[in-house]
């Protein structure tokens, strides 16, 4: 096995990283399913098909499996999206010409008895430093994230993605389109003062159509709020 990368978890015991091929696709489906059947919320995993896993596993992406004792456990794929209506970076604005410079952060799947391990991160990490040992074209990192999925809200921003709007997508559901440009510097970038509950769609619909942009999740009190840039 071409191992990338090995670790050890928080709570004890070892597991081990390798890219996945159409070889796995059978243990991928089985981890899918065992994931989007723990979920109290069914809209918050947009689940692929056998034949979408295909095309990233065929040269249209890269994705990462996360094992232990052999067994896959956790895997996470980036996806080059087909050009068409439903692309993402119509939604933040890009011009047809930038389109190719688009690449999807996809599904991320853990089962559920491995979740506290911090593998989202583990394996966000992992595989943006694959693609890095890559000679692509990409500029921009793009994915839509469920309101209210607080671990894959928690998972982007930790990347320092940020949200650039609210749609509906796959058919009616409510999306945030998350970004991550690849050469721009955001080190001085502040939360301002502009800060909205999650709840709040219409308002934050408003702030992202005056060009400011969620860059922070909070949760207080009374709840989640998203802070703006100024």
């Not at 499996?65 to 067994?71: A, M």
């Not at 209506?85 to 933040?92: A, P, R, S, T, V």
């Amino acid at each position: 096995m071409d191992w990338i990368n090995e670790g050890e978890f928080k709570k004890g015991g070892r597991y081990k990283v390798r890219r996945l091929s159409l070889n796995d696709m059978s243990e991928i489906l089985v981890v899918q399913e065992e994931v989007a059947d723990q979920l109290t919320d069914k809209d918050s995993l947009a689940a692929l098909s056998e034949e979408e896993f295909k095309y990233i596993l065929s040269g249209n992406g890269l994705m990462l499996g996360v094992f232990v004792d052999n067994q896959l456990i956790a895997f996470r794929a980036l996806l080059v999206p087909a050009i068409d209506n439903e692309h993402l970076g119509w939604d933040i604005g890009l011009s047809e010409d930038d389109l190719a410079k688009v690449i999807y952060q996809e599904i991320s799947c853990v089962l559920p008895t491995f979740r506290g391990n911090g593998l989202q991160k583990i394996l966000a990490g992992i595989i943006m430093e694959e693609l890095s040992t890559q000679n692509h074209p990409y500029r921009y990192i793009c994915c839509t994230v469920a309101p209210f999925n607080i671990p894959s809200l928690k998972d982007k921003f930790a990347q320092g993605m940020h949200i650039n709007a609210v749609k509906e997508k796959y058919g009616g559901r409510l999306r945030y389109i998350f970004v991550l440009d690849l050469e721009e510097n955001n080190e001085n970038e502040n939360r301002s003062n502009v800060h909205v509950k999650m709840e709040d769609i219409d308002a934050q619909k408003l702030l992202f159509t005056q060009g400011k942009r969620c860059i922070a999740m909070e949760a207080k009190d009374d709840g989640y709020w998203l802070y703006f840039s100024r």
